[in-house]
């Protein structure tokens, strides 16, 4: 069984950063896309950012100000987030799929920018 288990989600000050981690319990090789959705308050789970075979694709709203990368040897995705605004404020979550079209999910982390 796959599990994706996220971390590094708090409150932060807007302009602030925090740095997600999706620990997978499996190599990285296995999955085709990886990436992080996100779910604010009221509304629908969106796409943050994925990486698919190497290229990388960010929502319009994030590009410039979040990174995402993996380290392969960690078995390990992650999410830098910078210059975080309010809006930013949402449940992320670590999204893994394989060529076979299974996919999975972790539990989520809360990340809430506020003054």
């Known amino acids: 069984q796959v599990q994706l288990v996220e971390s590094g989600g708090g409150l932060v000050q807007p302009g602030g950063s925090l740095k997600l981690s999706c620990v997978v319990s499996?190599?990285?090789?296995?999955?085709?896309?990886m990436g992080w959705y996100r779910q604010p308050p009221g509304k629908e789970r969106e796409l943050v950012a994925r990486i698919t075979v190497g290229v990388e694709n960010y929502a319009d709203s994030v590009k410039g100000r979040f990174t995402i990368s993996r380290v392969n040897v960690r078995n390990t995705l992650y999410l830098q987030m910078n210059s975080l605004k309010p809006e930013d404020t949402a449940v992320y979550y670590c999204?893994?799929?394989?060529?076979?079209?299974?996919?999975?999910w972790g539990q989520g982390t809360q990340v809430t920018v506020s003054s």
């Open positions: 999204h893994a799929k394989r060529s076979t079209g299974n996919e999975y």
């Open positions: 499996g190599s990285l090789f296995s999955f085709s896309t």
